[in-house]
């Protein structure tokens, strides 16, 4: 009973650690396109808050994509043709969490990815992908 309850667990196990893989067609966490990352870390400011950046993937070129004084980015991630980069921000969030939202990989054109009806208020979501 304890080899079948064991190998149960471990079964279980295997199928979630590969069901988050690509190579069974899950969606993975897209953090670079072909020689390129993106990437939040803090600023050189005093307050020093996380801003989105990307570089080459040999490490070279680093550019700050955002500049947010009273707020934060985090978890970017690239757009599956690389144009767009998702990441969760402080910015307009509400007292239900985190924002997602969305920018041209330039960083140009940052808006929410969705707001609440008659709101400036962004719909709460972290992690995206």
């Known amino acids: 009973m304890y080899r079948i309850h064991r ?5 279980l196990f295997a199928l979630s650690m590969f069901s988050a893989c690509s190579l069974l067609g899950g969606k993975d966490h897209k953090t670079s396109i072909p020689g390129k990352i993106v990437f939040s870390m803090p600023d ?8 989105i950046y990307v570089m080459n993937a040999d ?7 955002t500049s947010f004084e009273n707020n934060e980015a985090f978890e970017p991630s ?3 043709d690389g144009d ?3 990441f969760t921000s402080t910015l307009r969030s509400t007292s239900l969490g985190l924002a997602i939202h969305i920018m041209d990989a330039d960083g140009e054109n940052i808006r929410p990815m969705k707001l609440w009806p008659d709101s400036m208020h962004a719909y709460a979501g972290s992690s995206p992908t």
Do not use: A, H, P, R
């Open 84 to 86: 767009q980069i998702v």
């Open 59 to 65: 490490g070279s070129d680093i550019t700050q994509l």
């Open 78 to 80: 690239w757009s599956s």
């Open 7 to 11: 190998f149960f667990i471990l079964t």
């Open 44 to 51: 050189d400011s005093e307050s020093e808050n996380y801003q």
